[in-house]
């Protein structure tokens, strides 16, 4: 059974081609900074996105035209395993993530459910060892069952925590199961929406408590993924607790927990945080915390989360600088968070929207090499910083200096001078980079 009739294996035919199911840009084999395209950007498709979305929005009912729809139940997440490892092939896709939810449908009771689970994961294994794909990560949907309208791990409710926690134990296994890279935790309903019902402080402890268990539990079992958080400000409740970067490594810390998570950050939930994705990612590294991305663009004129394919390459170049500079993304990967248009239905677009998001990187990751090679930012910041290389500024790095030595120095040293930024010449730097690889 073919899912995408008519779609052959898609190749890199290079900048010239206008062939739109080629590559213009990734080449997977190609080196950069040594190492190929694909160890750098280990692409992933997301489940939900590609397979289970079908358009619907709070206008209309779906929109999309998919194969798999034509069965129901069970049946119908077997038509998406297939269609699933189909895609990924003609797409060279190394990765897929997925909520178990996205992969089995819930049954009537929780045994149900992780009996249909068993069926599906059995499957995706299978798949997985014939055709070499592999899972970058899976985590557990506690924020679609109404069960969850308060919450789950920082639910009022003990039985509904009870529940979660159990949904969460069965995620450890499957991912095991599969032998994931990482495993996820979005807070969907971790939040609030008025403190007037709400005791924040015992939330937050219950949440930790929960990836406390998390902790204990995958050790027990021994599934050695790499344990990502990932942060969103907003949507659906009004206060997320997982912010933004630095919140979540904040929570972490007060919680001592700090040594068994990284970070998995989306581009459009820095964006709906008031930040760039480069300043979530450098806030990521600097604290030892970068663990994988999700890679999709918000619509900075609309204040929700639309989940756009990404194509801005001023921001897949600057991605991919932080990723450079951070020594790579390690286990991690660049997960494909993001949603054909409901007016692009077609199976086809489905291809070409992660055609148009993969190239869009490896042109992000060129640019941000040739940056690096050239040194153009690293020359800007180095030399703006000169001046804690020598004299007072070596003494205030090196802890010589002291306030009184500090005062010592100002007294006598006027006037002060400042150097300019140069921001706009180094934005049309940028630009020529980016149009030249
Ligand atoms: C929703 C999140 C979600 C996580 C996984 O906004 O992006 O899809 O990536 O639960
Ligand atoms: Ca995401
Ligand atoms: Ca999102």
Not at 345 to 365: K, P, Q, T, V
Request: proline share 3%.
């Amino acid at each position: 059974m073919t899912y995408f009739q008519g779609i052959n294996k898609i190749q890199f035919e290079g900048k010239g081609s206008d062939n739109p199911l080629a590559f213009k840009h990734y080449d997977p084999k190609q080196v950069v900074l040594g190492k190929t395209m694909e160890e750098h950007l280990r692409f992933a498709v997301a489940y939900w996105h590609t397979f289970n979305a079908n358009g619907t929005d709070p206008f209309g009912v779906g929109t999309m035209v998919r194969g798999w729809d034509s069965y129901d139940g069970l049946d119908r997440s077997k038509a998406r395993v297939e269609a699933n490892f189909e895609f990924m092939e003609k797409l060279d896709m190394p990765y897929y993530c997925f909520h178990d939810v996205d992969i089995a449908p819930e049954g009537a009771t929780l045994q149900e459910t992780n009996k249909n689970l068993d069926v599906i994961v059995a499957m995706l294994k299978d798949n997985m060892k014939t055709s070499g794909r592999k899972l970058l990560w899976n985590t557990v949907n506690m924020f679609s069952n109404p069960r969850y309208v308060h919450g789950a791990g920082t639910t009022p409710n003990a039985e509904v925590y009870a529940y979660a926690a159990a949904q969460l134990k069965k995620g450890l296994e499957v991912g095991k199961e599969l032998g994931a890279e990482n495993y996820v935790f979005w807070g969907g309903r971790e939040g609030y929406e008025t403190l007037l019902n709400t005791d924040m402080g015992f939330e937050l402890d219950n949440l930790a408590r929960l990836y406390h268990m998390a902790i204990a539990y995958a050790k027990e079992i021994g599934f050695d993924a790499q344990f990502l958080i990932e942060p969103k400000p907003k949507e659906p409740t009004k206060h997320q607790y997982d912010f933004d970067a630095a919140t979540t490594i904040a929570f972490l810390q007060k919680y001592g927990l700090k040594d068994h998570f990284k970070l998995n950050l989306e581009a459009n939930h820095a964006t709906l945080a008031g930040h760039t994705f480069e300043h979530e990612i450098r806030t990521a590294a600097i604290n030892g915390m970068l663990g994988s991305l999700d890679a999709n663009q918000g619509d900075l004129l609309l204040g929700w989360d639309t989940d756009e394919f990404p194509t801005d390459l001023y921001s897949t170049t600057l991605t991919m600088y932080e990723v450079l500079k951070a020594g790579g993304i390690g286990r991690g990967g660049v997960n494909f968070d993001a949603k054909v248009r409901r007016g692009s239905f077609e199976a086809e677009d489905l291809f070409l929207a992660h055609i148009a998001g993969m190239d869009s990187f490896a042109w992000g990751l060129k640019a941000a090499a040739k940056l690096i090679e050239e040194k153009t930012l690293d020359s800007i910041v180095e030399d703006r910083y000169a001046s804690f290389k020598t004299g007072i500024g070596a003494e205030i790095v090196s802890g010589k200096a002291t306030l009184a030595s500090l005062e010592q120095y100002a007294l006598q040293n006027n006037p002060i001078v400042n150097k300019s930024g140069r921001q706009e010449r180094i934005r049309l730097m940028l630009s020529e980079v980016i149009f030249s690889v």
